[in-house]
């Protein structure tokens, strides 16, 4: 019997189903760090925010004991019986050296030429448009670029918006992404500006 079938459940819906915690579960399904982990409970809450799967994800505080008895309150998740069936799910079958990034802009890129080839809309990777370089052109009329971590330094934010008022100011769409996003808000937000 799987030690997780046995876990300590906490908090409940409105509907009173009990919720079980992310931190009491985590190593159990072969996570050796949280954050890896909250990567793909993220992966999980983007599934359901957009109507892909259903399940309950609420982000909590849980007290822990940290080095000589002090406590200290960390991040934790609950999931109802359906959400814990999709984290399940996907900590078998996207498992990437015992780590889950979030998405990362290859992958999200590849996903994404896939789309466009079966819907028939042309796709520009790495677009030269006047003097910058975009990640994506769809089109020929929208722009799209991918905010991983390095976009958040001040030099990156004003280069950012460099090209996205260049963009605009020749009447074109811009759409940004950043690591948090799944290719479902990707495909929603394209299928609204296309």
């Given amino acids: 019997m799987h030690r997780w079938l046995i876990i300590i459940l906490t908090g409940a ?23 890896c982990f909250e990567g793909l409970i993220k992966r999980a809450i983007n599934l359901i925010k957009n109507g892909i799967e259903k399940g309950i994800i609420k982000e909590t505080k849980k007290e822990t004991l940290i080095g000589s008895g002090a406590k200290r309150k960390v991040k934790d998740y609950l999931f109802n019986n359906d959400a814990f069936n999709l984290i399940e799910r996907l900590s078998n079958g996207y498992k990437l050296n015992n780590c889950y990034s979030i998405r990362n802009e290859t992958v999200l890129l590849g996903l994404l030429k896939k789309y466009c080839k079966k819907k028939g809309i042309k796709v520009n990777f790495q677009y030269s448009f006047g003097t910058f370089l975009y990640d994506c052109c769809l089109n020929h009329k929208i722009f799209i670029e991918f905010d991983e971590p390095h976009h958040k330094n001040k030099k990156q934010k ?34 609204k500006n296309i």
């Avoid at 950012?160 to 290719?183: A, E, P, T």
């Fill in 13 to 35: 819906t409105p509907d009173g189903a009990t919720m079980i915690s992310a931190r009491s579960i985590y190593k159990d399904l072969g996570y050796k760090q949280w954050r």
């Fill in 158 to 191: 004003n280069i950012d918006n460099r090209k996205d008022k260049y963009v605009k100011s020749q009447g074109y769409k811009i759409l940004r992404f950043n690591l948090d996003n799944d290719i479902v808000d990707l495909i929603l937000e394209v299928e």
